[in-house]
Every structure is written in structure tokens, then in C-alpha cells.
T-cell receptor, first 116, second 115 residues
């Protein structure tokens, strides 16, 4: 089945450590996104990538880094510079679907990161 | 810049009541797409509907209906005869294609349907 896989589902990190969240898609989508969700804040865009080897900062990129070496993979690293990393992280992918007149984003199941 | 505003943060209704979730958007682009997503307690976002800027027809899907009005930049979502399973967080989102296209979400509306 086509879809997006995020791993792990739950992740615990000690203060001062870097940690990498995985996002893999087999939908052959060009664009991929990372969002952070905090209670009452909705979804905020961290980074996004329209094509391989290219990515742009979103609204809250500080303390995060990404890479896009392969079309199907868009890992997110939460660095020690991110002062408040405890949150729910969602990965998404999309591609223009001209036959249906638009684009649609597909989401993974999310990773809940907790700093201990 | 683009923006999505969901002014309602929490709504609580009794089962079988109708409920409307509001969404107001801002964009300078003439071509754009609007979405509604549902996020149940499990966390995964579930796609509900997509509407492009050139199609102002309202849509009905079972108990769900959507009212798109470009004149007021609104894309409201109505659930008729609500059920407990409708309890979730609902997000409205805006996508504008182009060199730096991205999905912008509202803050979400938490809907609680009581038996």
C-alpha cells in the first residue's frame, strides 16, 4: 500500500542531544513537509522540500535541520539548539494531481517527541 | 503571505445537533486550493475535502457539507446530525502552487460531541 511512514511513534530525548525523526513515502510525491503541533497552536511548518536536494525553511526552522538526498525520504533532525522540542511532529507529502484539478497532502501518523 | 484563520477554538454540541466550523483565508494568489482535515485522537490527519479557487460549488458528502464563498474568503464546514465519532480536531488549510508552494494550516477547532 502507498503511504507515508514516520518512525518512531514515540521518542524520548535527553537535553542536549540531537535526535533524528524518520519520514519515508512510497507515493512518488515530489514535495515533502515537516510540521510541529503544540496544544492550541495548530500545525506550524518547520521545513519543506519541493524536489530532491533542495529544501526551504518554514515558519519555525530554528533548531531544526533536514536533508533530501532521496525523493522518498525527508528526515528531520531536532538539534540541541531547539529550546523546547517536546511536541508532536507530522510529516506530509504532496504532488500536483492535475487530473483531479489540484493537489492533496498525505500525512504520516506522527512522532511524539519528549525531552526528559 | 498567506494565512488561515479558524476563530473558533473549541466547540461542544450534543449528539444529533448540526455544527458549523468556520474558516477564513487570505492569499494574493488567484489560483489556490483549500482543504479540510480531521485529526482524531490517534493523531493522524485524515483528508476530508479539497476545493480549488475556480470552483465555488458547494459540496455535500453524507452528513458533511462545505460552503465556499470567495466574496468573503471563507470555506465553512457543516456537520449535520453530529455523532460522537465526529469528535476530533478539524483543520482548514490553504495551498498556493508555485516556486515556493506550501500548505498553511489554521490553528484547528476541537469539536466535542456529547452523547
Amino acid at each position: 500500500d502507498g503511504g507515508i511512514t514516520q518512525s518512531p511513534k514515540y521518542l524520548f530525548r535527553k537535553e542536549g542531544q540531537n535526535v533524528t525523526l524518520s519520514c519515508e513515502q512510497n507515493l512518488n510525491h515530489d514535495a515533502m513537509y515537516w510540521y510541529r503541533q503544540d496544544p492550541g497552536q495548530g500545525l506550524r511548518l518547520i521545513y519543506y522540500s519541493q524536489i530532491v536536494n533542495d529544501f526551504q525553511k518554514g515558519d519555525i526552522a530554528e533548531g531544526y535541520s533536514v536533508s533530501r538526498e532521496k525523493k522518498e525520504s525527508f528526515p528531520l533532525t531536532v538539534t540541541s539548539a531547539q529550546k523546547n522540542p517536546t511536541a508532536f511532529y507530522l510529516c506530509a507529502s504532496s504532488t500536483p494531481n492535475r487530473g483531479r484539478g489540484g493537489t492533496e497532502a498525505f500525512f504520516g501518523q506522527g512522532t511524539r517527541l519528549t525531552v526528559v | 503571505a498567506q494565512k488561515v484563520t479558524q476563530a473558533q477554538t473549541e466547540i461542544s454540541v450534543v449528539e444529533k445537533e448540526d455544527v458549523t466550523l468556520d474558516c477564513v483565508y487570505e492569499t494574493r494568489d488567484t489560483t489556490y486550493y483549500l482543504f479540510w482535515y480531521k485529526q482524531p485522537p490517534s493523531g493522524e490527519l485524515v483528508f476530508l475535502i479539497r476545493r480549488n479557487s475556480f470552483d465555488e460549488q458547494n459540496e455535500i458528502s453524507g452528513r458533511y457539507s462545505w460552503n465556499f464563498q470567495k466574496s468573503t474568503s471563507s470555506f465553512n464546514f457543516t456537520i449535520t446530525a453530529s455523532q460522537v465519532v465526529d469528535s476530533a480536531v478539524y483543520f482548514c488549510a490553504l495551498y498556493t502552487p508555485g516556486a515556493n508552494s506550501k500548505l498553511t494550516f489554521g490553528k484547528g477547532i476541537t469539536l466535542s460531541v456529547r452523547p
